[in-house]
């Protein structure tokens, strides 16, 4: 079945950057567009980020447009999202996700803090 393991999460500083992991199994990866999530406390889980197959393409949420990017290595079944100059805001739970066969897929998410 499909899995998806999210790694890379951490306490960071406001300004700083990390890089997020997720390792995808059970699919042909590189079949499907890939994305990536976040959930705040008390907030909705939110879009931000996906990847077409053959990483053409990429698309961003506004909040993040400039500072993140997603990529995909499809030989080694992994995308990730490369978080730069992060802000007190961008903390949440970070996830992978994949709609396979009209089935929504979500990692374990990874926690991501940006504070002081």
């Known amino acids: 079945q499909v899995q998806l393991v999210e790694s890379g999460g951490g306490l960071v500083q406001p300004g700083g950057s990390l890089r997020l992991s997720c390792a995808a199994s059970?699919?042909?990866?590189?079949?499907?567009?890939m994305s990536w999530y976040r959930q705040a406390p008390r907030l909705e889980r939110e879009w931000v980020a996906s990847i077409t197959t053959t990483s053409g393409s990429t698309a961003y949420a506004d909040s993040v447009k400039g500072r993140f990017t997603i990529s995909r290595d499809n030989a080694k079944l992994m995308v990730y999202l490369q978080m730069n100059s992060l802000k007190p805001e961008d903390t949440a739970v970070y996830y992978c996700?994949?709609?396979?066969?009209?089935?929504?897929?979500w990692g374990q998410g990874t926690q991501v803090t940006v504070s002081s």
């Open positions: 996700y994949v709609n396979v066969g009209g089935r929504n897929s």
């Open positions: 059970g699919f042909k990866f590189s079949a499907y567009g």
